[in-house]
């Protein structure tokens, strides 16, 4: 007569799981950059259809700090538009700019 083994009670080995964990991790990441970028493109018309109440600029906004903080083309985009029109980051308050970009408003010259 076969006895059945006891489970092994020591810490379970997480390797074989990490890489679903980063693949998982990557399609998140690539899902809100993608949803960014419509939330970019959607606020433009928007903006244009609703003038007077402020919807489409709020919108914008979330879509740029979703592309920024999960795609890095997208924090680079922002950068260089910052370093080329920087009276975007002198109206920007410092907790946006601490958001996307991950780093304090630059000093005003």
């Not at 997480?14 to 959607?42: E, H, K």
């Not at 907790?95 to 408003?105: E, F, H, P, T, V």
């Amino acid at each position: 007569m076969a006895y059945k083994q006891d489970p092994p009670t020591g810490p379970v080995d997480p390797a074989p799981f990490t890489g679903v964990r980063q693949g998982i991790r990557t399609l998140s990441r690539q899902t809100f950059a993608i949803i960014g970028l419509a939330l970019i493109i959607l606020s433009v018309p928007i903006g244009f259809l609703t003038p007077f109440l402020p919807i489409g600029l709020p919108m914008g906004i979330a879509g740029a700090a979703l592309l920024a903080r999960n795609a890095v083309w997208g924090q680079r985009l922002i950068g260089w538009m910052l370093r080329r029109h920087p009276r975007l980051e002198r109206l920007s308050p410092n907790w946006l700019i601490r958001m996307i970009l991950k780093r304090d408003k630059r000093a005003e010259p």
